[in-house]
């Protein structure tokens, strides 16, 4: 199902008689009808109460929201989210294995992603700082930033590339973090390669062989009786995804039995025969290539995270998890135990819109990746009472978060540890979290660990419901499966708290617990454990390299360029980026030739430098009309204020089809081509003119099509959107504006000059 931008009053209405019609689709008893209705009313209840905050002042715009606008609109949409999950729910309890997306369950789903949205950016909201209601839903889209010219540094290491990065939002606050390109599950698709390469390397026979390969190893799981990640038994109907999965788990286990580093020729062909596949039939070379394959998967440990520790298929996104993990956190009031994240976009060198989710950066030290800042704590006060409460409770509140959220891959490298200027260990936070979630059951040794919890989150977790969970995970790219079994996690996690198998701890306590009641020696996932160790390895490292304490006085971020959030659609902002793509051809971005040179050589015509000379004008234009005081780049397309440098640009984009028209049509009637596409230059240097001149008129067309404007529905929504955000800007700006002038005193009075005269 599409991403819809958020809707308007009308759109809101159109919505609303959507669900009128699928309603009479239904006809008169459909499932769930009673725990719909009581969605549609409090769907209605919302919509009432949002009616008069889009309603224009004598201004012609919305009310500011109040804090008392704030409460409201919050109860009402956790209200109506509740009551919609309450209703997938019953829908899906009763359409086991049907498409949740279509139909009145689908309109709800669409409406839930929707109002998850709004009530996210409204729980980020300060009524101290006023905004309108459509300003505010304006916030929570996805944001997109314009990254064209801009070199970034990449981090590798991690399951994704990232580039590092600082945003700036509409308060000026800087941002620092990374933005990680979406990114998808491609473990099933990577064997299959291998799988191919390997049938090429055989004859008919072998290849045959090897095309049974996953249903023989479906087969055998089944009947030797195969347990999952989750201990549950190997489905007759399994995917493949599930397969490969356990398959690449039981090579990684096989190997580390031989004490092996990785898969050996004769590890791969046992495991092989006893799938029951006829090795007689397979070459040597092909197996060969099966063992380098899948060596090398068994070796990448994201592999093996998604296929069998999270069941995740072919295609499902990875990076967006951080952003969900974010929303639980927030959820559970410890939003600063993880690094914040949300979805976000950005435009490349091309133009091009590119999905991913941007990571602000952790707050703390390392100290997996650069033990030598252990010189910043000071290991000696540690009978600190309350900075040991602080480090505890934000150990025991992590766990949880991660439990919640079946975030299989916490290690030292990726938790942050903070301290104090005294050098004491004051709290832990993790980042990298995108490693969480899946379509897996939880497991009875997923509670082993978890031997103590604050009483803050208990009081939390009291409050929170299975659909308040799913509510707060709509929209952020997760499957129902994934979304329904958190809910079924925080269920079955407060039946432990109750049953007292998690034992609960005052917040101001932690300090007094011996260590044995929160640590699980055996590790799997103890937290306090993982820490511990990490801590001890540090001392060692400060002992070893003699390092004296220094007090952290300020924790600097990496110095980055500075990435405004913008939106250039529908703006003046548009038609600067084509003037500044006719800019890089100008600058050979993207010919093999200098301009330049190409105009220089003998043979250019008069015809080719025209088009050059328009080329040229058109790219310094923005300069030009900057000096002149007449460009303003957020202004939309269709505001009268834009006229004056919308007409320039017209202008020069015009002049510079028609120079090129002119130049292409003169070739083809010297070389006789019937079509562009025919076209081709008597030697290297003629050949590369026309395929500038071919680029430049592309780029002509991109800017036609730019000026066209919105062309659906949701487009036209979205340039709305813009131009009531620049009017709301607009007010604001004058109000301020008056509020100074009422603040400057009143100029003095000139004396009245005096009339002289006879008689006076």
Not at 686 to 691: G, H, M, P, T, Y
Request: glycine fraction near 8%.
């Amino acid at each position: 199902m599409p991403l819809m931008n958020f809707p308007s009053r009308a759109d809101r209405l159109k919505l609303l008689e959507e669900l009128r019609r699928l309603e009479q689709e239904q006809g008169k008893n459909f499932t769930g009808k009673e725990l719909y209705e009581a969605y549609k009313q409090a769907f209605l209840a919302l919509d009432r109460r949002m009616e008069p905050l889009y309603a224009p002042d004598g201004q012609g715009l919305p009310p500011d929201l109040t804090a008392k606008d704030k409460q409201e609109l919050s109860e009402l949409m956790l209200q109506a989210g509740m009551a919609g999950e309450q209703y997938l729910a019953a829908w899906l309890a009763a359409h086991r294995g049907e498409d949740l997306g279509t139909g009145l369950p689908g309109m709800v789903q669409q409406l839930q992603r929707l109002m998850n949205k709004d009530f996210d950016a409204l729980s980020l909201y300060d009524p101290a700082k006023p905004q309108t209601l459509p300003e505010i839903q304006e916030n929570a889209r996805t944001k997109t930033i314009d990254l064209r010219g801009r070199n970034f540094k990449k981090l590798g290491n991690m399951q994704n590339a990232r580039m590092l990065m600082t945003l700036h939002g509409a308060n000026g606050k800087p941002r620092t973090g990374v933005f990680t390109k979406a990114t998808h599950v491609r473990v099933k698709g990577r064997f299959q390669e291998i799988l191919d390469r390997a049938k090429s390397q055989c004859g008919p026979e072998g290849a045959a062989e090897l095309d049974q390969f996953l249903s023989k190893a479906k087969k055998y799981f089944f009947n030797i009786g195969q347990t999952t990640r989750d201990g549950r038994a190997f489905p007759q109907n399994a995917s493949d995804d599930l397969t490969v999965g356990i398959m690449l788990n039981d090579l990684r286990t096989l190997t580390q039995m031989q004490d092996k580093e990785a898969p050996t020729t004769q590890i791969v062909k046992d495991y092989l025969a006893e799938l029951q596949l006829d090795l007689n039939k397979i070459s040597g070379k092909a197996i060969k290539t099966l063992r380098s394959g899948l060596a090398e998967l068994t070796d990448h440990i994201p592999s093996l995270i998604n296929s069998y520790s999270l069941q995740l298929q072919d295609g499902e996104r990875l990076d967006n998890r951080n952003s969900a993990m974010s929303a639980v956190a927030d959820l559970l009031g410890i939003g600063d135990r993880i690094a914040r994240s949300e979805n976000m976009r950005f435009i490349d060198d091309e133009g091009k819109t590119v999905e991913g989710s941007f990571m602000e950066f952790g707050k703390g030290l390392d100290l997996n990746a650069h033990p030598e800042d252990s010189v910043f704590l000071n290991f000696s006060p540690r009978s600190n009472e309350n900075t040991r409460n602080q480090l505890l409770k934000s150990i025991a509140d992590l766990q949880i978060l991660d439990h919640l959220c079946l975030n299989v891959d916490r290690h030292p490298g990726n938790l942050m540890y903070q301290v104090d200027k005294e050098g004491n260990l004051i709290g832990v936070q993790g980042i990298d979290n995108d490693s969480s979630f899946g379509a897996r059951m939880h497991m009875g040794s997923d509670f082993e660990s978890l031997k103590v919890i604050s009483k803050s989150m208990v009081n939390k977790l009291e409050g929170l419901t299975p659909e308040m969970m799913r509510f707060a995970l709509r929209g952020r790219g997760l499957s129902e499966a994934e979304i329904h079994l958190a809910g079924h996690r925080l269920d079955r996690l407060k039946t432990k708290i109750k049953q007292g198998a998690i034992r609960t701890v005052p917040d101001d306590k932690f300090a007094a617990l011996d260590p044995k009641d929160y640590l699980y020696e055996k590790g799997n996932g103890n937290l306090f454990a993982m820490v511990r160790d990490q801590i001890d390895e540090t001392l060692q490292y400060r002992r070893e390299n003699n390092l004296p304490f220094k007090p952290l006085l300020s924790e600097e971020p990496p110095e980055m360029a500075k990435v405004p959030v913008t939106e250039r659609k529908y703006t003046v902002a548009g038609m600067v980026d084509a003037s500044d793509r006719v800019g890089r051809l100008l600058d050979n971005r993207e010919t093999g030739f200098r301009v330049k040179d190409l105009t220089g050589i003998r043979g250019s015509s008069e015809n080719f430098k025209n088009m050059v000379a328009a080329a040229q004008k058109t790219a310094h234009l923005p300069e030009y009309l900057n000096r002149q005081q007449k460009l303003d780049p957020g202004l939309p397309l269709r505001d009268k204020a834009s006229k004056e440098s919308t007409a320039a640009f017209d202008d020069a984009f015009e002049k510079l089809r028609s120079t090129t028209t002119a130049y292409l049509k003169g070739k083809m009637q010297q070389r006789g081509a019937s079509s562009l596409e025919t076209l081709r230059g008597k030697n290297a240097y003629e050949q590369a003119r026309i395929d500038y001149a071919k680029k430049l008129l592309n780029t002509v067309s991109l800017y036609e099509k730019l000026r066209k404007g919105p062309q659906t529905e949701e487009e036209k929504a979205e340039e709305q959107s813009l131009i009531d955000r620049r009017a709301i800007e607009a007010r604001r700006a004058a109000q301020k504006q008056g509020q100074e002038a009422q603040r400057q005193p009143d100029a003095p009075q000139q004396p009245s000059p005096q009339r002289g005269g006879a008689g006076t």
